[in-house]
């Protein structure tokens, strides 16, 4: 098992023609930052995130995280995929982050987010695709400023969320009046030097798509605790070595409040976030355990408990 199947990055092209992409730790297929692609013709399936990852780099805000819109242009990719068979990854089928795409005559489906994500400056022509049962919907369009993306020719079905959903930055991500001038001296991640709102371009949508079947809830509950979902009966049946576990537990849900006596006050071990003690002495887990509050209660500072109708030791860690 690989980290990724594929991967050109920093003026590197990859021609990736024919292949049985399977199985790898991250992307199936990665391009960029600053890659060229060329895939067509493939099998990608089964990798533990996107099956085709394609964008440029990341800008990071405090705190280690990036937000939509949030890559250098500098350093986008451009790739062609074409007549690739996208499925069964752990992510989305494909996902931009930053770029010039063409996606033409896949089959995108059964992927466990979208079959398609698009952001962060990402102009994409997805035309004549087949997309179909993924889990979160078809095609998801984020933040992507002054780029394009058009959708012609595709038929987007059966999927549980929306066949596609763009969203619309104007309103929510506006910068307020007296940020503007602030603007002028200190750079927003993912923002250049002309720009002084986030926004996204429209969406072009021609009305020769197919779209049907889609925003259904079809994915089928557990008979016995009812929380469990599944999208078939297959994979009800390969998902219950793991689930029959957990089914009896969440057929009863309790919630239970603890007072936690001996823990220390939060100026001793984490000064600098400094929560309020009483929040630090809550512990609240779920449990079906009958005879709680019942019995002997223990003492204050030992480290055993004991259960009420067993005779097992339980060691507190």
């Known amino acids: 098992m690989l980290n990724m199947g594929v991967d050109a990055r920093n003026g590197g092209l990859a021609e990736v023609i024919g292949c049985e992409i399977r199985h790898n730790q991250s992307h199936g297929i990665a391009i960029g930052p600053m890659g060229r692609g060329f895939v067509t013709g493939n099998t990608i399936s089964d990798n533990g995130q996107e099956?085709?990852?394609?964008?440029?780099?990341?800008?990071?805000?405090?705190?280690?995280?990036?937000?939509?819109?949030?890559?250098?242009?500098?350093?986008?990719?451009?790739?062609t995929i074409t007549e690739n068979i996208i499925c069964n990854n752990g992510m989305s089928g494909i996902s931009f982050d930053g770029g010039i795409y063409t996606v033409r005559g896949n089959r995108i489906f059964d992927n466990w987010f979208w079959g398609l994500m698009a952001k962060s400056r990402s102009s994409v022509n997805i035309e004549n695709n087949d997309m179909f049962r993924n889990k979160c919907g078809g095609i998801r369009i984020g933040v992507i400023f002054s780029a394009v993306v058009s959708v012609d020719s595709n038929t987007i079905r059966d999927h549980s969320g929306p066949g596609i959903f763009s969203s619309n930055a104007h309103e929510n991500d506006a910068l307020p009046n007296q940020l503007r001038e602030i603007k002028k001296f200190i750079k927003i991640p993912g923002m250049i030097e002309d720009e002084v709102e986030i926004y996204s371009a429209p969406l072009l949508m021609t009305t020769r798509n197919m779209l049907r079947n889609n925003d259904q809830d079809i994915l089928k509950k557990c008979g016995k605790c009812h929380k469990a979902a599944y999208c078939s009966k297959e994979c009800q049946i390969e998902h219950w070595r793991k689930h029959k576990h957990m089914c009896e537990i969440l057929l009863h849900e309790y919630i239970i409040d603890i007072q936690m006596l001996d823990t220390k006050d939060t100026k001793e071990t984490l000064v600098w976030t400094r929560m309020p003690k009483k929040h630090m002495m809550i512990l609240r887990f779920r449990s079906?355990?009958?005879?709680?509050?019942?019995?002997?209660?223990?003492?204050?500072?030992?480290s055993q408990v004991y259960c009420k109708n067993t005779d097992r030791k339980i060691i507190q860690s």
């Open 51 to 79: 099956g085709i990852w394609a964008g440029g780099i990341l800008l990071m805000i405090p705190g280690g995280r990036t937000t939509d819109g949030s890559t250098d242009a500098s350093g986008c990719s451009i790739c």
């Open 288 to 302: 079906p355990l009958p005879g709680i509050g019942k019995g002997k209660p223990p003492e204050r500072k030992s």
